[in-house]
């Protein structure tokens, strides 16, 4: 869906703890669906992906879950670190829209010490 | 660092002006795209070239032009400057035409005043 950088969620964790960042996308035509990471004065750095028919894809200390009947992402990160601090955003490519990747509106995480 | 290169960081001009943003995208890459990112509206996609040919458009207004050339370096060129397009610009690469994986570069400020 279109992106809303005001106002944007935002979740806060204590170090060690495991995170969840939720993302509602809304074109089921979507062959591919992405979390990017992006840190304060950064670019967007990819984390994940997940191919839309699978539904769960794990990576190093991230999990990515899919769930296409209520068109929902999440990123689970284990054992939180203070330099994951960013922000989250998911994305989806393919079908019509290959070529180019469609952000979501993007998650505050917080990690503290 | 993503191996994408962005000048200038920063660009303050006046309405009215018009601006040219360069990208290096990584060696080997191929694909370049453009995205704007600015508080109201998100990560948006703007244009994608693919081995010198425009392969992707984005809603990128018609003020707006960019094109790849044969070393494959990237300009975004931005004309007739209004207080809305204050904005960061991001270049990305990748070596093929889509796919999830788009490495950013460190994106130029934008400022109209």
């Known amino acids: 869906g279109e992106s809303v950088g005001l106002h944007l969620p935002t979740l806060s964790v204590q170090e060690g703890d495991n995170s969840i960042i939720n993302c509602a996308y809304s074109?089921?035509?979507?062959?591919?669906f992405i979390w990017y990471k992006q840190e304060s004065g950064k670019g967007p750095q990819f984390i994940i992906d997940?191919?839309?028919?699978?539904d769960k894809r794990q990576g190093q200390r991230v999990t990515v879950l899919l769930n296409k009947t209520v068109k929902h992402l999440s990123l689970q990160i284990a054992a939180t670190q203070p330099g994951d601090s960013a922000v989250y955003f998911c994305?989806?490519?393919?079908?019509?829209?290959?070529?180019?990747?469609?952000f979501g509106q993007g998650t505050i995480l917080t990690v503290h010490p | 660092d993503s191996g994408v290169t962005q000048t200038p960081k920063h660009l303050i001009t006046a309405t009215g002006q018009r601006v040219t943003l360069r990208c290096s995208p990584r060696?080997?890459?191929?694909?370049v795209y453009w995205y704007q990112q600015s508080l109201d509206q998100g990560l948006q996609f703007l244009i994608q070239?693919?081995?010198?040919?425009?392969?992707a458009k984005g809603n990128i207004l018609e003020r707006f032009s960019a094109q790849q050339f044969p070393d494959l370096h990237s300009e975004l060129n931005l004309s007739s400057l209004e207080l809305g397009d204050s904005a960061l610009y991001f270049c990305?690469?990748?070596?093929?035409?889509?796919?999830?994986?788009?490495?950013f570069g460190q994106g130029t400020r934008l400022t109209v005043v």
């Open positions: 990305a690469s990748s070596v093929r035409s889509g796919g999830t994986e788009a490495f």
């Open positions: 074109n089921s035509a979507s062959d591919y």
């Open positions: 997940i191919r839309s028919n699978m």
């Open positions: 994305a989806e490519t393919g079908g019509t829209s290959y070529g180019k990747l469609t």
């Open positions: 060696s080997g890459d191929l694909s």
């Open positions: 070239y693919y081995n010198g040919e425009e392969r």
